[in-house]
């Protein structure tokens, strides 16, 4: 396809994604969450939406399938990131990456100690490098499902998972004992397509670009006079 194909996934990445892609005269004209398609045709005749999960996106990328696409920083890290350029940061499905304990269960003693704990999690290489970092002894376990239920089941001490409003966590008697990462999602270029494609493909990243920029300044003035008033 001579055209732009766009990667992303369902949710709350793609719905954050919509008002970057219509400043560059972008629209779906199908809601992935209603349309059984997995390629949507959108307002622009070249350019189309393929839906994927969110860590296949920079898989998509990577191989060429996509030219572009939108994946957290967690995917990007486990995925790690090989043959993708990552222009901007767009500011979306913000979110902290935490471990999380039990209730109950003196984490920062086990630490002292110098216990090995049983960690379960789904982002492997992001928790081996926080625990390798302080010093401390863990046995990762690689899970996909809700991460929740392996502290409560008796399978990890505690867990490394993504946290937005910690209400999850709460349901289940978890707490939030330490932060791992900053989360947000990136805008991915397949880097042989930015060769062949240039013309069509920065013109999109600058438009989505302004958009990032100029919310970005509208963020900092409200923080500015929140703090002057």
Known sequence: MDGITIALSKGR??????????????????????SRKLIIPTTRDDVRVVIVRATDAPTYVQYGA?????????????????????PLDLNIAKCRMMVAIPAGFDYEHAVRQGARLKIATKYINIA??????KGVHVDLIKLYGSMELAPLAGLADAIVDLVSSGATLKANNLIAVEHVIDISSRLIVNQAALKLKR???????????????????????????????
């Not at 990445?13 to 209603?34: D, H, R, S, V």
């Open 199 to 229: 013309e069509k493909i920065v013109a999109i990243l600058d438009a989505i670009a302004g958009v990032v920029n100029a919310n970005a300044a509208k963020s900092a003035a409200v923080k500015s006079c929140a703090v002057s008033s």
């Open 128 to 133: 081996r490098e926080h625990f390798a970092a």
């Open 13 to 34: 990445i793609f719905e954050e994604t919509l008002p970057l892609l219509a400043a560059a005269g972008i629209e779906p004209l199908e809601n992935p969450e209603t």
């Open 66 to 86: 996509a030219d572009i696409g939108v994946a957290g920083k967690d995917v990007l890290i486990e995925h790690g990131g090989e043959g993708l350029y990552q």
